[in-house]
């Protein structure tokens, strides 16, 4: 996976995560592109334990993939029905308040 911790000033942390094999892939929702870059999701990978260590931790965080998805799911941080599906690939935003 690959795993990027953004940090914003005043307003915490989002924690952004991919499936390796997503990474520089482009999606289509109806006619919007979503593009998977290292500019947002990293240029790193990260283990497993690092990914569920940042997710434990995060403020927010936008993750896709089938592996990410289902390692914040076994974490109870969503549930698979909270996913959106963008061009069969799952999707999800997660939000503390």
């Known amino acids: ?7 914003i000033p005043g307003a915490g942390e989002v924690v952004a995560a991919c499936d390796t094999d997503l990474m520089e892939v482009t ?3 109806g006619e919007v592109e979503v593009r998977i870059s290292g500019g947002f999701y990293g240029t790193q990978t990260a283990t497993e334990d690092e ?3 940042a997710l434990a931790d995060a ?9 990410v998805v ?3 799911v076994s974490m109870g941080l969503i549930a698979e029905k909270d996913c959106i599906m963008i061009d069969g690939v799952p999707h999800a935003q997660i939000f503390r308040i």
């Not at 996976?1 to 940090?7: A, D, E, I, P, T």
């Not at 403020?59 to 592996?67: H, Q, Y």
Request: proline share 0%; no cysteine.
């Open 59 to 67: 403020d927010n965080a936008n993750i896709i993939g089938k592996e």
């Open 1 to 7: 996976m690959y795993l990027k911790v953004h940090r």
């Open 51 to 53: 990914v569920r260590e």
């Open 70 to 72: 289902a390692l914040a």
């Open 27 to 29: 999606l289509m929702h």
